[in-house]
């Protein structure tokens, strides 16, 4: 049987990269895809548009990543945000920027960027293929021997694990790849959903199924201390709240709930108004607009939609008259435009999560090259890795890059 150089297991961002970067050595390699056909989870990135990147610096990158960020210094360097720009638009594919650094291909689909990298790989002539779920992988002497769960060998010199995490099952991302590499003596670290939409107590939050609040406050309380968190939009759902900011501090959420239980969510209307400010702002407006009904005045500060199912949750009269509002019914009504409280207990499940936190330990991957340090020859690349960032084209970023260096050094 021929002995191929590379055999990259995966065909996502990570593994395309990587298989790209080996056959432009000259190498010959081949790509491993459990799905009928590859990129299936990159289609639905970014709301089906893959925000593929970001303009962040270096700097933030790593700190996007976390206490353990540091780890992908050289593989940011190898192959940085404007690397990876300059090969989309040398490929023909140009991309836009949009708020917060984010960049997206121009054509807004992320249809162009599986079929860009599909056609680099049959340019450099990577052997596809699909249909192929990877069951064991061992190494006898220098050669990788891959078995596939309908016994399909494939043997190679060099094997780049790129098969993704454990969320959206549906598009191959079942956790293959953890057990094949704990076979191979690798420690898994805890696998814990990323950027997952989280569960409330409350049972009238369904009732604002659909309501998206725009650039909000907000704030956690738990175990006695204030957690501030950045301003953003909140969309609240039939099982609680997901939107942007939430799904991006996901991660610290659930760590809390995980250590201290229910967290409260403190929403704040009016994050650029001080209390002093709104209390003064209510009495001078409960005497101007004295004969307005709450429920029409109240929807200066919170969206229309909203207004009654607020006002019937504290008790208070949507049509009751200002000048009848008492000052305590004024000061509820302070609390509820500064500090809406929800009881955060808990998120989706993993498969509902936008990526994968926890998986091969970083300690075990040589961060210049992406080698293992207990098995010469095997590369990680992607979401294997332990570790996420929020979301912003952050991940897709480390799959590219870490692609590029398994690849680059699997050939050498």
Known sequence: MEICDIAVIGAGPAGCMAAIQGAKQGKKVVLIEKNKELGLKLLITGNGRCNFTNTA??????????????????????????????????????????????????????????????????????????????????????????????????????????PGGLTYKETGSSGDGYKISEALGHRITEIKPGGVPLTVREDWIPDLKGITLEDVGLSLQSGGRTIPLPRGN???????????????????????????????????????????????????????????????????????????????????????????ITKKERASLQKIVKTLPITIHGHLPLNKAMITCGGVSKKEI??????????????????????????????LQQAFSTGYVAGKSASS
């Open 234 to 324: 909140l969309l609240f759902t039939h099982f609680g709240v997901s939107g942007p900011i939430i799904l991006d501090m996901s991660n610290m959420i659930t760590d809390i709930i995980r250590e201290h239980g229910d967290v409260k969510l403190y929403i704040d209307f009016k994050p650029d108004v001080k209390e002093q400010e709104l209390e003064n702002l209510l009495i001078a407006d409960f005497r101007k607009y004295s004969k307005r009904s709450l429920k029409n005045y109240l929807k200066y500060h919170l969206p229309q939609n909203m207004v009654e199912h607020v006002l019937k949750v504290f008790s208070l009269d949507p049509d009751k008259k200002l000048n009848q």
């Open 57 to 162: 610096s270096l700097d933030v990158f790593l700190k996007k990543f976390g206490k353990k960020g540091l780890f992908y210094r050289d593989v940011f360097n190898k192959f940085s945000n404007q690397d990876l720009m300059n090969f989309f638009r040398s490929n023909g594919l140009d991309f836009i920027e949009e708020e917060g650094g984010r960049i997206f291909p121009s054509t807004g689909k992320a249809r162009s960027v599986v079929d860009m990298l599909y056609k680099i790989l049959k340019e450099y002539k990577v052997k596809i293929i699909y249909n192929y779920r990877l069951e064991h992988l061992q190494k006898h002497s220098k050669i990788f021997k891959l078995i596939s769960t309908n016994n399909q060998l494939i043997t190679a010199y060099n094997v780049v694990l790129a």
């Open 366 to 395: 040589d961060p210049r090259t992406m080698e293992s340090k207990l098995v010469p020859g095997l590369y990680f690349a992607g979401e294997i890795i332990d570790g996420c960032a929020p979301s912003g084209g952050f991940n």
